[in-house]
């Protein structure tokens, strides 16, 4: 697989590469085409390398990447940015590190389908960085953002679109799914909105009043 193309810093979303289950080269080599600038976490270093991808930097405490200097020359220049910080976790320390570095959009993969809990977790910093990023966590079955409280797109009929609240969220009303919300709630653990279809080609809209409500595109 070629490394990525060259196009303007910061102006397209940074690519960040997490050390979950690998997506397809198809969508990661759509994502690297755009993406100016990738970051991988240490773990999935050998992985990119094995797979001929160039990237930006690699971050994190470099205990387990077991590579030598000298098997990266031929990947020069690489940023090594060490992160040694114990209470946040990889994916927190790579985002944070876009954050200072000026980046406002990122597109995550490789951050699902190991273990549930980093997949937890990884959901979570939507919300932690929403402040600061414009994030899309992507596999090959979802995409997976955080809404604002005005959202509308166009999607074709049958799309499986999937509402999860982190928290609670209030007031949420939708137009145009098949099973609409009229100004109602969900609540982590108590109602969640998976599996909800687009009714008919045409603009979804959904609006809620409070809270972080993530919206997952999602396919089989």
């Known amino acids: 697989m070629s490394s990525h193309h060259i196009v303007r810093e910061k102006q397209e ?3 960040l ?4 289950a690998a997506c397809s ?3 990661l080599g759509q994502l690297l085409e755009w993406s100016p600038f990738v970051l991988a976490l ?5 992985r990119l390398l094995e797979l001929g991808i160039k990237v930006d930097a690699v971050l994190g405490d470099f205990d387990s990447i077991g590579m030598e200097e000298e098997a990266l020359a031929p990947y020069q220049p690489l940023r090594m940015i060490l992160a ?3 209470e946040l976790t990889d994916l927190e320390k790579g985002l944070q590190f876009l954050v200072e570095e000026g980046h406002s959009a990122v597109n995550i993969v490789w951050a699902t389908g190991k273990r549930l809990d980093h997949t937890l977790a990884n959901l979570t910093n939507l919300v932690k960085f929403s402040d600061k990023l414009t994030i899309n966590l992507l596999d090959d079955h979802s995409r997976v ?6 959202f509308e797109k166009w999607y074709p009929a049958g799309t499986t ?7 609670k969220v209030e007031g949420i009303t939708t137009e145009n799914l098949l099973y609409p919300l009229r100004h109602e709630s969900l609540e982590t653990g108590v109602r969640i909105g998976t599996s909800n279809e687009v009714a008919t ?3 979804v809209k959904i609006s809620h009043q409070n809270g972080y409500l993530l919206m997952m595109e999602c396919r089989d």
């Open 13 to 15: 979303p940074a690519l």
């Open 17 to 20: 590469v997490a050390n979950g």
């Open 25 to 27: 080269d198809e969508l």
């Open 42 to 46: 240490d773990g999935a270093l050998p």
């Open 84 to 86: 040694e910080n114990q």
């Open 145 to 150: 953002y955080l809404l604002p409280k005005n």
């Open 161 to 167: 679109l999937s509402l999860f609240p982190i928290g």
């Open 201 to 203: 080609d045409g603009w």
